[in-house]
């Protein structure tokens, strides 16, 4: 497990390779799945492109889960 975290990156690609576990909290501060996709990727905003943006696009809060 991977606690809620924003990446200081400004931005990071992820596959999920069929896998669950990553989440996203959305506007509603709510912790929501994020389900994967077969050759797609994610994209996570960091900290870097929101500081670039003024906050435009905000960094997305993320965690892992570890479902065993």
């Not at 690609?13 to 576990?21: I, K, S």
């Not at 506007?27 to 077969?38: G, L, M, Q, S, Y």
Request: contains cysteine; proline residues 1%.
């Amino acid at each position: 497990t991977v606690t809620a975290h924003t990446d200081t990156s400004m931005l990071t690609l992820l596959c999920t390779f069929d896998n669950y576990g990553l989440q996203v909290r959305n506007k509603e501060n709510a912790w929501t799945w994020v389900i994967p996709k077969r050759d797609t990727l994610i994209v996570n905003l960091g900290e870097t492109m929101e500081n670039m943006t003024n906050g435009e696009l905000c960094a997305t809060e993320h965690r892992v889960i570890d479902l065993g």
